[in-house]
T-cell receptor
Framework: GNSVTQMEGPVTLSEEAFLTINCTYT??????LFWYVQYPGEGLQLLLK?????DKGSNKGFEATYRKETTSFHLEKGSVQVSDSAVYFC??????????FGTGTKLQVIP | GAVVSQHPSWVICKSGTSVKIECRSL??????MFWYRQFPKQSLMLMAT?????????EQGVEKDKFLINHASLTLSTLTVTSAHPEDSSFYIC??????????FGNGTRLTVT
């Protein structure tokens, strides 16, 4: 079956630091890959996505590249802000149907 | 963008009572609704999938008689936790799709059973 593994948190960074949250996946076929973000007290929001190998998803300064050879979709941001503090979920889907989520990584950015 | 409104955002109930959680798609027709449960420090686990007008399909290990799902219209799906117990305390979140765009999630419901 499909599965997603992402680095455990929490991750604590100073403002303007570089962020990497690792994510690897196991899936049959060619899934779409997603990063979702959950801000405190809110539901999930789609942050970015990539639908095929070598695609780069990007949004709000965050980027992730679909690497089929390493089955990875690492999330990066060059300079984090306090407002980026949230829980980040890596996920995959075979379509717009069931989504398999990773366990989430809590990011805390301190001023 | 598309919005899924989920209510209540939090609820506290006594053991043995039932709780209903509503999810409404405000500006799209949610042909399919997914219901997830999130335990502390764990990921979202899919509980069931419901298509409008059909019976929900439950994931293995989820009690369909305990977690009643109704999806009677393209804009409303409900999850009723029947005879709730403390172990049902969790964060429940719905998501909807019209199959032409990615999933849209509600803000979730924090259920605490005392």
């Amino acid at each position: 079956g499909n599965s997603v593994t992402q680095m455990e948190g929490p991750v604590t960074l100073s403002e303007e630091a570089f962020l990497t949250i690792n994510c690897t996946y196991t899936a049959t076929g060619y899934p779409s890959l997603f990063w979702y973000v959950q801000y405190p007290g809110e539901g999930l929001q789609l942050l970015l996505k990539a639908t095929k190998a070598d695609d780069k998803g990007s949004n709000k300064g965050f980027e992730a590249t679909y690497r089929k050879e390493t089955t990875s979709f690492h999330l990066e941001k060059g300079s984090v802000q306090v407002s980026d503090s949230a829980v980040y979920f890596c996920a995959l889907s075979g379509g717009y149907q069931k989504v398999t989520f990773g366990t989430g990584t809590k990011l805390q950015v301190i001023p | 963008g598309a919005v899924v409104s989920q209510h209540p955002s939090w609820v506290i109930c006594k053991s043995g009572t039932s709780v209903k959680i509503e999810c409404r798609s405000l500006d799209f027709q949610a042909t399919t609704m997914f219901w997830y449960r999130q335990f502390p420090k764990q990921s979202l686990m899919l509980m069931a999938t419901s298509n409008e007008g059909s019976k929900a399909t439950y994931e293995q290990g989820v009690e369909k008689d305990k977690f009643l799902i109704n999806h009677a219209s393209l804009t409303l799906s409900t999850l009723t936790v029947t005879s709730a117990h403390p172990e049902d305390s969790s964060f429940y979140i719905c998501s909807g799709t019209d199959h032409n765009s990615p999933l849209h999630f509600g803000n979730g419901t924090r259920l605490t059973v005392t």
